[in-house]
């Protein structure tokens, strides 16, 4: 019989103590359980299988927060990221690192702990983010439901369906369409001058049903919905309809332009790209447009 006293893992067998866990630790612990547990029905409990194909670009956004698990969860409910493997989380509850893939880009994150306060952006915003949806209207509608401030509705612009939203956190985001694919010579845009705005508008919305937003422009409107894209301006002498035609290159279209009989103005920066008025060899005004 085996002497008691003997047993080398006497030593070990001390009575079992519950102690409480790390307040630090269960905080992040709950964050992440609440997290699956709230996940739509089906929903994968785990990560290992989350959006790990997606590579990293030459250049990444990472973006600072003081509740970083709250952050993961609205990217994830509000703009449908996918979570890019597991957080590393801080002694501290806080998250380290962490990424985020949306559509085929990944956002690193790093946060505080549960429970931190929106951060103060630096000189009115902390960031602005540039984000290509298939439907800007129903992601820009979601985020707003979830909590972000509408700063921009969606409309029509010469560059896409477009608005801009700042989320809970501070950030800046715009939300466009994904452009069309387009080629050297198709029509871009289409603009409508006219000499009284609030006339045409009242006609073409009823007769062709059309809508309208405020342009950039004094008196400029942008028309919902059409495709291509058009816009209407007034105090126009001669009215009319001026079509919006890409190019590729627009030094060496301007060139053409003129080399071919026709008259070419200067190029003008426009947040859309480089544009230029133009008239053909036989009188016709139209617009020429590097995006």
């Known amino acids: ?130 984000l290509q949806v298939p439907d800007p209207d129903a992601v820009v509608r979601r985020a707003v439901e979830l909590g972000a401030e509408l700063e921009r509705p969606v409309t029509d612009q010469p560059y896409g369906r477009t608005g801009i939203i700042i989320d809970p956190f501070g950030h800046r985001w715009m939300i466009r369409a994904a452009a069309p694919t387009s080629r050297h010579g198709d029509l871009a845009y289409l603009s409508h001058a006219v000499a009284d705005t609030a006339r045409a508008r009242a006609f073409y919305g009823a007769v062709l049903g059309w809508t309208f937003s405020p342009g950039r422009v004094e008196d400029g409107w942008q028309i919902q919905g059409t495709n291509p894209p058009a816009g209407m301006h007034g105090g126009a002498a001669a009215p009319g309809i001026e079509p919006v035609y890409q190019v590729d290159d627009l030094a060496a279209a301007l060139t053409a332009v003129r080399d071919h009989g026709g008259q070419a103005g200067e190029p003008q920066q426009q947040p859309y790209g480089r544009i230029a008025e133009c008239i053909d060899d036989q009188g016709t005004h139209f617009q020429l447009l590097q995006p």
């Open 1 to 130: 019989m085996t002497d008691p006293r003997s047993d080398p893992f006497r030593v070990l067998r001390q009575p079992i103590t519950p102690v409480d866990p790390d307040p630090a630790f269960a905080a992040g612990l709950r964050s992440r359980l609440e997290s699956a547990l709230l996940a739509p029905q089906g929903a994968p409990m785990t990560t290992t299988e989350r959006a790990v194909d997606v590579p990293l670009r030459s250049l990444t956004p990472m973006l600072d927060f003081d509740d970083g698990h709250r952050a993961l969860d609205w990217y994830v409910d509000a703009l449908g990221a996918r979570r890019r493997g597991e957080p590393y989380l801080m002694p501290d509850g806080g998250i380290g690192h962490a990424e985020l893939v949306i559509g085929d880009s990944v956002l690193m994150l790093a946060g505080g702990p549960p429970g931190g306060s929106a951060p103060q952006p630096v000189h009115g915003f902390s960031a602005f983010l540039h």
